[in-house]
């Protein structure tokens, strides 16, 4: 259960791209208590050196701030080592929709020039970040791995590239790489500001600071929110798991089914807050409902998240409350 128990050799190095961002700086840290040297690659264009300021200190961590979209800074942030664990991505649906033809730029040629620069230098296991945006609009509840609709929006349609890119290494060039279809993940660090905020850090902040939070549409949308310690978790295990199932795709979550305006009341409580929210228009490229399937991750990774949304929620909340 969970990953206190998995141990790597010491002297092995991870690279993480995306590292001074949410996932990746959280990776970072579990990675620099399991007693490895990790190198963190992040163009700092939506991270924060504040998120890795405290790793600096340690002699097993190294920064390069540089872009995935450079062939050769990719090529030696992978030189030597031994996993990459490949976060650097822009997010956001609404935001790629605006924006396309960046998204295409780093989500799918950065991660294509990654996928290159693992190949070339031997790294053993390439795990990516995948969404379940790929998912786009199949009905199907819950999402399972195979049944995959259409795709809604630039950003869904980067992942499912990464993905077949992930799945052509495997096959023609022999790369162990494992797509792991994120399911809204929140938790410490991740960012609560700006037009592009996840909703629950954004909803925090606006709560604590006594404003008014819009919910878009009527807040009957339903996700899998998955704490940040189950993502750590799936990364690690990947990393330990079997070559005969890389080159596919599995779903992270916890498997739980969270409501949007029950999260909102439940955060106004546990804030000592009494404010109604704005009930806004719905967003282009969302979907009413996502829920995760995670039995092939569970069968195939070893995966087995300890992290509820009921403990992770209070663990976030702590954490905003003394961090923002
Ligand atoms: N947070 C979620 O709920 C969620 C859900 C599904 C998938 N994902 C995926 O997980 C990964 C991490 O997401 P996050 O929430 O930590 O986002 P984040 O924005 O906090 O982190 C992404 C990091 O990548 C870096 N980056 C962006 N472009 C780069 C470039 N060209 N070169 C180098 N670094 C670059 C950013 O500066 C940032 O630090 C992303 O691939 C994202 O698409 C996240």
């Known amino acids: 259960m969970g990953f206190d128990a ?9 690279l993480v791209t995306g590292g001074a961002g949410f996932i990746g700086s959280n990776l970072c840290e579990a990675l620099l208590h399991k007693g490895v040297v990790v190198r963190c690659l992040d163009d700092l264009s939506q991270g924060k050196e504040d998120n890795i300021r405290p790793f600096l200190l340690s002699p097993d961590f190294t920064f390069i701030k540089g872009d995935i979209r450079e062939l050769d800074t990719c090529m030696a942030a992978c030189a030597g080592a031994d996993y990459v664990l490949h976060q650097a991505a822009w997010g956001s649906v609404p935001r790629s929709i605006e924006m396309p033809l960046l998204y295409e730029g780093i989500n799918i040629r950065g991660t294509l020039n990654m996928m290159e620069a693992a190949r070339q230098c031997g790294v053993k296991k390439f795990v990516y970040a995948s969404s379940s945006s790929v998912y786009g609009d199949h009905p199907v509840l819950p999402k399972k791995e195979g049944q995959e609709g259409k795709l809604l929006s630039p950003y869904a349609v980067t992942k499912r590239v990464n993905e077949e890119y992930g799945r052509l290494y495997k096959e023609l060039y022999g790369l162990d790489t494992y797509g792991l279809r994120y399911f809204n993940v929140f938790g410490r660090r991740q960012d609560p500001h700006g037009a592009y905020a996840a909703v629950i850090p954004k909803f925090i902040k606006q709560l604590m600071n006594d404003e008014q939070p819009t919910i878009n549409g ?6 899998d929110f998955t704490y940040i310690e189950n993502v750590i978790e799936a990364n690690l295990k990947a990393c330990l798991a079997p070559s005969d199932v890389a080159g596919q795709a599995f779903n992270v979550a916890y498997g739980g089914r969270e409501y949007l305006i029950d999260i909102y009341y ?15 228009p719905d967003r282009p490229g969302d979907i009413k409902h996502s829920n995760a399937d995670i039995s092939r991750a569970r069968e195939l990774l070893g995966y087995a998240p300890e992290w509820s949304f009921e403990r992770g929620i209070k663990a976030a909340i ?5 961090n923002l």
């Open 318 to 322: 702590e954490w905003y409350k003394g």
């Open 6 to 14: 998995i141990t790597f050799p010491a002297g092995t190095i991870f």
């Open 218 to 223: 009527d807040g009957k949308q339903s996700r």
């Open 266 to 280: 439940e955060l106004c409580k546990a804030l000592g807050k009494d404010i109604e929210p704005i009930f806004g």
